[in-house]
């Protein structure tokens, strides 16, 4: 069952008109902007709805989910060719400078409400928590908990950085 959904996950991840070629989607004006020229009619219609399916399909994708208030990561979809074959230098920014991270093999990166996610291959399912005044907090299986979760949520800053280490053997 999980594999046919992922089988048409992937068929809408590959997105609309710039994936798809005309006869399988349809042709109409593609482009990055978001408006419509005060001199023409509707040239982008439901672009930026699609934007917005992309990122909320990506997050779940990437096993992003909240329930009751409380941020647990959990991807079921997630493939291992997602992960790094080497390791890496990540640039980012949050909305002020760049930051750079270093990236292992086997990992993969991303920004969830300014702080950043690592993901890492691993034998057992783990968080670590790191925080600007303290060591890094280490919590056993998935889920943030509320109080961390609400310092996520609210962008207070406590949160600088957050290690997911995924079961290797539940990622396809």
């Not at 809408?12 to 419509?36: C, M, N, R, W």
């Not at 925080?131 to 962008?155: A, H, N, Q």
Request: charge should be negative; hydrophobic fraction near 35%.
């Amino acid at each position: 069952m999980v594999d046919r959904l992922s089988d048409h996950f992937d068929d809408i991840q590959a997105g609309l008109g710039v994936h798809k070629t005309p006869a399988e989607y349809g042709a109409f004006p593609v482009d990055p902007y978001s408006h419509t020229p005060e001199f023409a009619g509707v040239q982008q219609p439901g672009l930026t709805g699609q934007v917005k399916e992309d990122v909320i399909t990506r997050f779940w994708q990437l096993g992003v989910r909240v329930r009751d208030g409380e941020v647990a990561f959990e991807p079921v979809m997630l493939g291992r060719d997602e992960f790094l074959a080497q390791e890496t230098t990540w640039n980012y920014s949050t909305g002020g400078r760049e930051l750079t991270e270093e990236l292992p093999a086997g990992s993969l990166a991303f920004t969830l409400c300014g702080v950043p996610v690592v993901y890492r291959l691993a034998d057992e399912a783990r968080l670590q928590v790191h925080g600007r005044d303290s060591p890094p907090t280490v919590l056993d299986g998935s889920r943030l908990g509320p109080e961390l979760s609400r310092s996520l949520f609210t962008r207070d800053g406590r949160i600088t950085k957050l290690v997911v280490d995924l079961p290797a053997d539940e990622i396809a």
